[in-house]
């Protein structure tokens, strides 16, 4: 049972532009959710997270939204740039259970020049 | 932020040696420390969370005698992949947690494992 999804596994965005990637999960336990961008052959590295008590966390050109109500999470990346293509990983856990981070399957980010 | 390091980052193997991967945390003390493997086109499966001084918990489906954690020191932890076989193949990535640190987990770079 794959409780965070990521349901495109690819996009492709013109540089400069928004991009938009897309996460929902379906165990209502998660409070805390994470995004990791990963390039091939290397270790996911950590970019934002959200606390269920926000609907929005900012980070320079990253922002995350969450959807609770959805159980859905987004992140957008503007402006988009070249070195943004990677594969991007919405991770989820429950702070007062096991803290066991749950991953999605990836979305592949291409940033068209 | 803080790094972690994974040593070998590549390694290739004849089936049925052993394997020792290493996983540090470079400037500060890793009171947890996860185990993961990723297959070709999928997510990151965990296989066990190791807390220093104590047995690593596994989740279901790993062998724990085939996946041997070690968390020695708060600042190492090893995986030794016993008996390695061609199905072992894949990218072993190691995380680490400091001590009051909840909201987020430092990834090492990962270890290529080859078995032929």
């Known amino acids: 049972d794959q409780q965070v999804k990521q349901n495109s596994p690819s996009l492709s965005v013109q540089e400069g532009r928004i991009s938009i990637l897309n996460c929902d999960y379906t165990?209502?336990?998660?409070?805390?959710f994470l995004w990791y961008k990963k390039y091939p052959a290397e270790g996911p590295t950590f970019l934002i997270s959200?606390?269920?008590?926000?609907d929005k966390n900012e980070d320079g050109r990253f922002t995350v939204f969450l959807n609770k109500s959805a159980k859905h999470l987004s992140l957008h990346i503007v402006p988009s740039q070249p070195g943004d293509s990677a594969v991007y990983f919405c991770a989820a856990f429950w702070s007062f259970g096991n803290e066991k981070l749950t991953f999605g399957t990836g979305t592949r980010l291409t940033i068209i020049p | 932020g803080a790094v972690v390091s994974q040593h070998p980052s590549w390694v290739i193997c004849k089936s049925g040696t052993s394997v020792k991967i290493e996983c540090r945390s470079l400037d500060f003390q890793a009171t947890t420390m996860f185990w993961y493997r990723q297959f070709p086109k999928q997510s990151l499966m965990l296989m066990a969370t190791?807390?220093?001084?104590?047995?690593?918990?596994?989740e279901q489906g790993v062998e724990k005698d085939k996946f041997l954690i070690n968390h020695a020191s708060l600042t190492l932890s090893t995986l030794t992949v016993t008996s390695a076989h061609p199905e072992d193949s894949s990218f072993y990535i190691c995380?680490?947690?400091?001590?009051?640190?909840?909201?987020?987990?430092?990834f090492g770079p990962g270890t290529r494992l080859t078995v032929l």
């Open positions: 959200i606390s269920s008590i926000k």
């Open positions: 995380s680490a947690r400091g001590r009051g640190n909840d909201d987020e987990q430092f």
């Open positions: 190791s807390n220093e001084g104590s047995k690593a918990t596994y």
């Open positions: 165990n209502s336990m998660f409070d805390y």
